[in-house]
Each structure stands twice: as C-alpha cells, then as structure tokens.
C-alpha cells in the first residue's frame, strides 16, 4: 500500500514562501513520476508541478519561475518550493505519484495540505 504524506502547507502573506514536502512510504524509484495538484474551493484539481523518474520538469504556465519541484531519492521526498505567492495560489495542495504496472495505470495521492496566501 502506497502512502504520500505531504508537510509543509499553511498561511502565509503575500509574496512570501513555502516548501511542501512528500514523503513516500517506500522508495520514489518505482513511479514514474511525481508531482503536485492544487485544488482551490469550487475549482477542479489541476496539475501544478511534475518530476519523472530522470528528473525531467514541467510545470504549469502560472507557476513557471515561482514554482520549483524537486526530489531527494535518498529521503524518497518531493519538494515544491514556491515564491512570490499571491492570493490566487491559495489552495488545497495534493501529492501525487504514477506508477505503470503490467501496463496499467496506477495514481496515488497524499491527504492534501492547505496553503493559504492573505
């Protein structure tokens, strides 16, 4: 059973920063990738920030330059990084990991942590 625990979220003014952690009950070698959604209130969960297995990113359009995604194999952690933050970056923020087995699709989340920017 996989378990994502995410750290890190909470409230924070305008244009400050804040690290949100993950941390996998096992090792981050067997996902494919790895990355973090948001989910505002009335809003659906987009992605935000994404890392594969060889360490490729992307991100979405709103968070390129503000956003950095990272990860410690060593800790089996995914780290997002985010600055400037700004009142529309307030969200529920989930983990997320993809793992292919035998050709299926599998996707995990973590509870979520909520980041909130007065």
């Known amino acids: 059973q996989v378990q994502l625990a995410e750290s890190g979220g909470g409230l924070v003014q305008a244009g400050g920063s804040l690290r949100l952690s993950c941390t996998a009950s096992g090792s981050i070698f067997r996902f494919n990738a790895m990355g973090w959604y948001r989910q505002a209130p009335g809003k659906q969960r987009d992605l935000v920030a994404a890392?594969?297995?060889?360490?490729?990113?992307n991100y979405v359009d709103s968070v390129k330059g503000k956003f950095t995604i990272s990860r410690d194999n060593a800790k089996n952690t995914v780290y997002l990084q985010m600055m400037s933050l700004k009142p529309e970056d307030t969200a529920v923020y989930y983990c997320?990991?993809?793992?292919?087995?035998?050709?299926?699709?599998?996707?995990?989340w973590g509870q979520g942590t909520q980041v909130k920017n007065t």
């Open positions: 890392v594969t297995r060889s360490g490729t990113t």
């Open positions: 997320n990991a993809k793992e292919v087995l035998y050709g299926i699709d599998y996707d995990y």
